[in-house]
T-cell receptor
């Protein structure tokens, strides 16, 4: 079992829909990251959080440390939001890199 | 500053050849990370540097792999005697982490990656 699990693996939605991507992890963490990867490979950091909630534009990220769960929400989705969204964690006591989920492939249709 | 840059973006080589990738981080960043990503999978941690010191290496980094960051600025990742299983995207990221225990990478800034194909 992976230490970081994302759901769904694939998601297709219509423009304007509210999108939720979930991330569960099984280890103690010091921080959780949400990343966006477009075709071609480039990765952009969206959020880094260790508690509560953060908002940036149409993106909202929440984390529940007790439940070891985080969600990424996209409001008023747009085709340009189509990408792979990756959840990653800094594990306490582990190698000081990130442990990544496999990603959620999101397609927003016009 | 234009962000993290990686070179080359694409490399095709024959099995058994050596390849070297270069990463130029954001200039004021003290941390530099290397990750590997295969098709359909999330990235996997390979190694990281704080300034010029290599502080952690993954079990994935076999003895054919070596990484350096000699002056605490750019970094190179060399793969010797490449194998077909080395085909992947090699991602570099940098961050600025000041003080405190090393329990977080800080906010990471990624390069576009170097895609390796071993024939």
């Amino acid at each position: 079992k992976n230490e970081v699990e994302q759901s769904p693996q694939n998601l297709t939605a219509q423009e304007g829909e509210f999108i939720t991507i979930n991330c569960s992890y099984s280890v103690g963490i010091s921080a959780l990251h949400w990343l966006q990867q477009h075709p071609g490979g480039g990765i952009v950091s969206l959020f880094m959080l260790s508690s509560g909630k953060k908002k940036h534009g149409r993106l909202i990220a929440t984390i529940n440390i007790q439940e070891k769960h985080s969600s990424l929400h996209i409001t008023a989705s747009h085709p340009r939001d189509s990408a792979v969204y990756i959840c990653a964690v800094n594990t306490r006591g582990g190698a000081d890199g990130l442990t990544f989920g496999k990603g959620t492939h999101l397609i927003i249709q016009p | 500053d234009t962000g993290v840059s990686q070179d080359p973006r694409h490399k095709i080589t024959k099995r058994g050849q050596n390849v070297t990738f270069r990463c130029d981080p954001i200039s004021e960043h003290n941390r530099l990370y290397w990750y590997r990503q295969t098709l359909g999978q999330g990235p996997e941690f390979l190694t990281y540097f704080q300034n010029e010191a290599q502080l952690e290496k993954s079990r994935l980094l076999s003895d054919r792999f070596s990484a350096e960051r000699p002056k605490g600025s750019f970094s190179t990742l060399e793969i010797q005697r490449t194998e077909q299983g080395d085909s992947a995207m090699y991602l570099c990221a940098s961050s600025l982490v000041l003080g405190g225990p090393p329990l977080s990478t800080g906010e990471l800034f990624f390069g576009e990656g170097s895609r390796l194909t071993v024939l």
